[in-house]
């Protein structure tokens, strides 16, 4: 399980220092938990407040047996939808329901926080990047009143937000600058990652076929072809270390939106570097797995990440 490297911060204006080396801004009180048949969930729990744009929300899924002295592991889940649309609260509409996947998680005896980020209309990368490893920061900060285990963190992702995922998984040793108005000081890094149909790099695409802008252009708020470093440093290809913490590549071998290449480059970049990896290929599988029975995949991914997280 991947180490958490220690954070410093310098306090800035407008914002709290609770201990030397973290700061955290004037944010929402935790809301209380509901409890379900199966979970304690925190909805709509605010962990940034980045000046000129919306709030930014996450939602805070536990079993319903965590309590008491008690942390579980948490597992940070990044939405897609081509970095320009999606919620926090809906997985793919195929797999069997919007709570299926966050069930399987806490049915696992993990935590899950499902969190928004600022799409690409709003603003561009890093700030996806930056959104994420401020959640990730937040976590940390709270794990104590949340009842989640601050050493045991993992992310996913589908899509656009399985790019995120890579992302944080191979850049928690060297975040981007922080998110503004969010907790700045733990760690952002994250001791296992599942990147679903993931886009791993920026330079493989030719465009929009359409002729319009393409998801990639908007993200980087400029065309890749103008902006070849950026769109260079924005792929987690160009991110693979021997230290990257374990990762499972889950992908549609007949997907035609992000092709099964991307996983395979990262796959093959991260053994290089002498990294954890597997690839899992889902015959059949269109994107988000359409074409496929998802559930095989998902428990795959479950049990990958409980394992990590010694769940």
């Known amino acids: 399980m991947t180490s958490i490297p220690d ?3 310098h306090a800035r204006p407008g914002t709290t220092v609770v201990h030397p080396s973290t700061v955290v801004p004037e ?3 935790l809301p209380e938990p509901r409890r379900t048949d199966d979970r304690l969930v925190r909805h709509a ?6 000046l000129g744009y919306r709030p930014l929300l996450m939602d805070v899924h536990l079993p319903a047996s965590a309590g008491g002295d008690a942390r579980v592991p948490c597992v940070v889940w990044i939405h897609g939808g081509a970095w320009w649309e999606g919620d926090r609260r809906f997985p793919p509409g195929g797999w069997n329901g919007d709570d299926f996947w966050f069930r399987l998680l806490t049915g696992a005896g993990m935590a899950v926080a499902t969190i928004d980020y600022r799409l690409s209309g709003e603003a561009p990368y890093p700030a996806q990047l930056a959104d994420a490893q401020a959640a990730i920061r937040f976590l940390r900060h709270h ?28 850049t928690g040793h060297t975040p981007v600058p922080a998110t503004h108005r969010s907790v700045v000081g733990p760690s952002s890094a994250v001791q296992a990652a599942v990147p ?6 920026l330079l493989a695409f030719d465009g929009d076929p359409a002729g319009g ?9 400029h065309p890749v072809r ?16 021997a230290g990257a913490p374990p990762m499972l590549l889950l992908h549609g071998d ?25 690839l899992e290929l889902v015959r059949g599988g269109e994107h988000c797995f359409v074409g496929a029975d998802p559930v095989p995949p998902l428990r795959a991914a479950v049990a990958f990440l409980a394992e990590h997280l010694r769940a």
């Open 213 to 221: 802008p393409a998801p990639e252009d908007l993200l980087l708020g």
């Open 226 to 241: 103008d902006a070849l470093d950026a769109a260079a440093a924005a792929s987690p290809v160009r991110h693979a270390w």
């Open 27 to 29: 944010l929402p009180e």
């Open 45 to 50: 729990v605010t962990y940034a407040r980045p």
């Open 254 to 278: 007949a997907d035609t939106l992000v092709p099964p290449a991307h996983s395979r480059r990262l796959a093959t970049a991260l053994e290089e570097a002498g990294a954890t990896v597997r």
């Open 143 to 170: 794990a104590p009143a949340l009842g989640i285990d601050p050493q045991r963190i993992g992310v996913s992702g589908e899509s656009a937000g399985g790019h995120l995922a890579a992302m944080v998984a191979l």
């Open 196 to 201: 679903m149909y993931p886009v791993t790099d």
């Open 7 to 9: 954070a410093s911060a």
